[in-house]
């Protein structure tokens, strides 16, 4: 039996027929919350009139993206398949992060997820940190890695964990320091302050230890997590995102997510305070994350776990 009531939305196109007249977005088309101001469209990252639409004269402190890593491209025989493809990749790229630098607040953070494909040269976070030295406004900031604690396992190549996150700015936004749930447990680093050794413990202003660069302690989504959006196949943990919005936002700021997906930007925008507008360029996908705020509120989940988002799919078959 299936552990969670709808596949792999991308796999199944039959299904997506269906759940097509359930969605309340049409191209578009943008839904505008009537109790905290969030936005909800079915656009186009790479579309300029679109994205004015939403946005209007408003700029966003923090614009998180996590955009398609691969675009299908014709079919799959031509050996040149890679550059072309690579090609186009690299072009929405530019479309949607010159739109991204446009939206962007005089002082602000913007955060890209990228994966890079072994089997591929490594395709397309080198090329994608390229395309970025074209706009020196959006200067580099940090690298970071997630450890994705769900990785395959094989006995033939080291196994592959982890997923990328850039951090760049424009202007001099603040930075808000965050702390992780993990214990200090090391000692040992001394330094001499008003005269008197002191050890790092007595010196920390926190207990537990700050995420640095390498974030270890985040689960990757799956399907017995509360937060699981059954159909969504690239949700990203709230934790990462409530971790991005902490540390780069602040209470009332507008927080943009290009690439909504399962909403996880939605959800953690409102938890945390922050007006979120968002968009997918698939109406499956708005449609979902306008479910998971509603469930959110409804009944306080953060997600589907592994009840059905599309409940009327049983009450019509
Ligand atoms: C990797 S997923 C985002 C995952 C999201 N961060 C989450 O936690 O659920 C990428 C999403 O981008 C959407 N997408 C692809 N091309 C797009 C475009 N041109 N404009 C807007 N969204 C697009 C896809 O439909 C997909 O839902």
Known sequence: MDREPLPRLDTAPELVARLLPYCRLKQGEIWEDAVRGHRVGVLDATSWPEIVRLVGERRARLLMSDPPYNLAVGGRSSGRLFQT???????????????AGRILDADSHLYVWLGADQNRSFQPLPDFM??????PELRSRSFISVRNQRGYGTQSNWMSVRQELLCYVKGAPPFHVVYTAIPKILRGYYKEVGGRRTENLERSRSETLRPGNIWVDIQQVF?????NVPGAYAQKPLAAVERIIRSSSEEGSLVVDFFAHSGTALIAAERLGRVCYTFDIDPLFAELTIRRLERLRALGKTGFQTANP????????
Do not use: T
């Not at 493809?85 to 739109?99: G, H, I, Q």
């Not at 599309?310 to 078959?317: N, T, V």
């Open 130 to 135: 390229l395309v970025m030295r074209g706009y």
């Open 223 to 227: 399907y017995r997590m509360e937060e």
């Open 310 to 317: 599309f409940p009327e799919l049983h009450s019509s078959s």
């Open 85 to 99: 493809e690579l090609a186009e990749y690299l072009k929405f790229s530019r479309s949607w992060v010159e739109n």
